[in-house]
């Protein structure tokens, strides 16, 4: 399997070039031993679309070092071949058939809408 | 009769069912006592008169012969789950005034067994806190008071659930667990509160945190209130994708209170370092009562517990991140208008969203963004397969476990905001049970030297409900908790 290269600058947003090996697989890391930044903070804040202003910043970095920290004891663990573990409950997806069961009532639907315009949300320009 | 508000569940069916009291009377005493309790602001909004028309269908539906299960018993709503045309916000200023067109699935079984809404139960925002202080409309207050009458927190979540209970702001509550937001408020409250095994209650409806993890449940007086809530709300339900085709047994008959013969495992793992010494004394009095009631006590050991807490704080934060992705501004809820699309989107959300909740979102964001999937969210996943396989070998010696619901009592107001991760530390016995997805249910079992509840926690084999029902009732009655909270805050 062939390594990417990856560049991890002093910040420590890491970038690919391209393919799928993961930084985990890369690094064999133990422990990430990862803190936030604020420039790192920024990026997440981006990420998560929430609007967030410098002053906030280094308080939320320590915050989220401080989470991230804590959950760091996970790499203690050895998970080698163990098979992640998504839903608590074995169940298989049902399937049901392939016709409209629902809808029809746009009014309903718009009603908490914050903008509408006819039977429409509205939001601001997108396309110029 | 003279205190209808001090009636159980059971209590009230009963006198409904033999026309000694009407709904209306009991719907009347319960709202009258709710308008006298902002103190404790366990509600966010009352619906009297909504509460009492159901009461006088009830009514009707009694003089017929046609009563259902919970007919006429009035209940508290935790404000996560939709209910039609009353709004709901999950006490998030991202969702303003938003008023569901549609009802969730279990207060729906609910009404359709003739129970009456009394209004909206105060939460942790989204349900994310354990002190019931993130809540866009303030804290809820403890109805129980510490030493010098200092005010407490009732727990979080759940903590309008817990505290509406404790006080008999109703007879009963609905409420949301997805790391011990039932079990730990019942814990501080001195109250019965019962997280179902995942998927026998649907989600269908209410606001979601951590699919994965949630589950509805209900927050009661005694373990037979808990059992005969249960049987109304669970169920197989199609629009929940998860939910299970399995029957809902009659759980009020599972309480014989004969355990002669069950196996009660105790986790070796459960005893902490630093944990209080009558939490410790509590534990073994629990021990010693299911001892005499004919039980056998099997040490085990859950060996990956202390990893508990790690792996649910990614987990729980990176559904979460995906989850509250869909408040945008652009459906429902508040919009706070920006430069174009984008800026709405992250002004909205920074206006909406509380601190706790945007420190989750982060946090899960991080944990599932290129390059460190691997190394977070998938790493706690496997973790998480290692808990739940901790509970299956403990299984294989023993049918229920017994532990402390909470490593402490109630906390003061304010005592544990400023620190993100001591806070968390209050779900170490809870958040096992929701990633093995198991039930389990805490019962009040005993006070602290400040006079203050404290609860065991039983936890069950998956839709063992009948087991654990049955041995929390044994538990109940030997620790005879009838201590109740003055009405200090009636006014």
Redesign the interface.
Known sequence: MAINKAIAPANGVLRRAGGFASFAQLFRIKGLNMSVDEKMARRIAMLSRIGVNDEQLPALANELSAILGFVEQLSEVDTTDVKPLTSAVDSIMRMRADEVNDGGYPDDILKNAPEKDDEYFAVPKVVE | MSELTELTLAGARDALADKQITARELTEAHLARVAKADALNAYVLQTPELALQMADASDARLAKGEAGKLEGIPLGVKDLFCTKGVRTTACSNIL?D??P?YESTVTANLWADGAVMLGKLNNDEFAMGSSNETSRFGPVINPWRGAGDSQLVPGGSSGGSSAAVAARLGVAATATDTGGSIRQPAAFTGTVGLKP???RCSRWGVVAFAS??DQAGPITQTVQDAAIMLESMAGFD?KD??S?ERDVPNYEAALTGDIRGLRVGIPAEYRVDNMPSEIEELWQQGIDWLKQAGAEIVDVSLP?T??A???Y??IAPAEA?SNL?RY????????E??A????????T??AG?GDEV??R???G??AL????????Y?????????I?DDFAKAYEKCDVLLTPTTPSAAFPIGDQTKD??QM?LNDVFTVTV?????PGISVPAGIDAQGLPLGLQLIGK?FGEEELLRVAGVVEEAAGFTGKADDWWSV
């Open positions: 303003g938003f008023t067109p095994t995942y998927a994965s993890l199609a994708a998860t299970i990956h202390k990893y807490l790690p792996a704080y990614i991140s992705a945008d501004g652009v459906r429902y809820g508040m919009r208008n920006g174009d699309i984008d800026d709405m989107y992250a002004s959300r920074a969203f945007v420190r979102i982060m946090v964001t991080y963004s290129a390059g460190y999937y691997d190394a977070y998938v790493k706690a996943l496997q973790v998480r397969r290692l739940a993100a991760l968390y929701n990633l093995a997805g198991l998956a």
